[in-house]
């Protein structure tokens, strides 16, 4: 969360600053023939990840889209755990063996409206968009040896959808940047990522369906 309160006061300091740093007309934003293709980073409030986008204008103020991106989920007591050792007095840390291993594929379908085409003469657009499509969750069983996560790995599919507002900025002849913000909706069927069972303590974290949450993105692509 941290990460999208972040990427939330960005986007105001470059709305407040965009006046005077994109200026330049060199690479007109509301060019119809425009297509940008390029990557992304997304944090979510339970993962984050990589992918890669690609849109096109259809109007001036109209875009289409395919987005796909690869997110890693976590879980709240995936961080290290330190250990105190009173025979020799020293610590030492290591990774919990029962930290959670979930990764999803997502396939999405875009559509971004822009606004204030031909009303401003910088080289920014504020727009909403939306997105949606087909996701791949990959489950690996939560144990440490990898021959055997990858030996046992299950998967689940479901449609999710995400809505963004934020802003895109183009300049330099070829080049763009954009900053967004929004809500994720990703729910499957059953629950997905049940934690390794103990009899002598209480698993670390409770498998869920629910992976819906806040979203950032940050984006660069480059002019086709």
Known sequence: ?????KSLFLLIFLLLSSGSAFSQDMFPIDNPRNRI?????????????????YEKHISSSDKIGAIARLIVQRGENDYPVTYYDPYYGGRYTMERSDKRRISMLETYFSYKKLFFTDMIANNFRPYVQLNAGPVIAFDPP????FKTRMKNISTAFTVGANINIGVDFLWDS??????????????????????????????????KSNYSGMIGVIRLGKKL
Do not use: C, H
């Open 37 to 53: 293709a390029g990557l992304a980073l997304f944090q979510t409030s339970s993962g984050a990840g990589v992918g890669g986008f």
């Open 142 to 145: 939560n144990v440490p040896e």
């Open 174 to 207: 070829s080049t763009s940047f954009s900053i967004s913000f929004g809500y994720d909706y990703l729910k499957f069927r059953d629950k997905l990522d049940p934690p390794p069972k103990y009899e002598d303590y209480e698993p670390p974290y409770e498998a």
């Open 1 to 5: 969360m941290n990460t999208i309160k």
